[in-house]
């Protein structure tokens, strides 16, 4: 199986190689949009601030190239806000596959969320053999809010995605690379899928 990583220096790469290595594949990073169609799976991850992510997107072309994938995409954290419509986080334009907006919590609540939490109403094969109300790793400021494509709720001030599949592209809010044997559990299924 070909994985790819997109690499558009907006990510933590290396803990996601790490994480799927643990089980014996190696993703591909790269930025070449043949190498990226060409893969079975693409990781889409994204840690940092939405416009500048966006920018480095446009700048290599990436903008245009992962909409038009049709095999299964996974973003991770700002990958899957990017996947999105719109962000309040700098008035920034998304990839626009997913027709939402991305909001900031208020500051009502401690910003950014930072740590443990759990999720639930889990529908989607992406969570096989994960049981509701698991705990799951999260570092964000900003959130989509639940919708139509939303297979996964986790509660912050309010309840919101914690992941999203529109067709071939799923997203998680939280950090599977970093949430223990769940987490694993969840890049295996996406591996399957």
């Known amino acids: 199986m070909k994985l790819v990583q997109i690499d558009y220096g907006a990510g933590n790469v290396k803990n996601i190689q790490f994480a799927f290595e643990r089980f014996g594949i190696s993703p591909v990073l790269s930025s070449d949009p043949e190498e990226i169609r060409s893969a079975d799976k693409v990781i889409f991850p994204g840690v940092g601030e939405a416009s500048s992510a966006m920018e480095k997107l446009r700048k290599t072309g990436l903008d245009k190239v992962i909409p038009t994938l049709t095999q299964p995409v996974l973003g991770i954290c700002l990958g899957m806000q990017l996947l999105c419509e719109t962000s309040e986080e700098n008035n920034t334009q998304g990839l626009g596959i997913i027709s939402e907006e991305v909001k900031r919590f208020s500051n009502a609540v401690k910003v950014p969320q930072i740590g443990w939490n759990r999720i639930h109403d889990l529908n989607s094969h992406l969570f096989d053999g994960i049981d509701e109300n698991e705990f799951m790793y999260l570092v964000h400021s900003y959130y989509v809010p639940l919708c139509d494509e939303t297979i996964a709720v986790c509660d912050y001030e309010i309840p919101y995605s914690a992941a999203l599949r529109k067709n071939n592209f799923y997203g998680v ?10 987490g694993e559990q969840l890049l295996k299924n996406f591996l399957s899928l």
């Open 173 to 182: 809010q939280f950090h599977p690379e970093k949430s223990s044997i769940a």
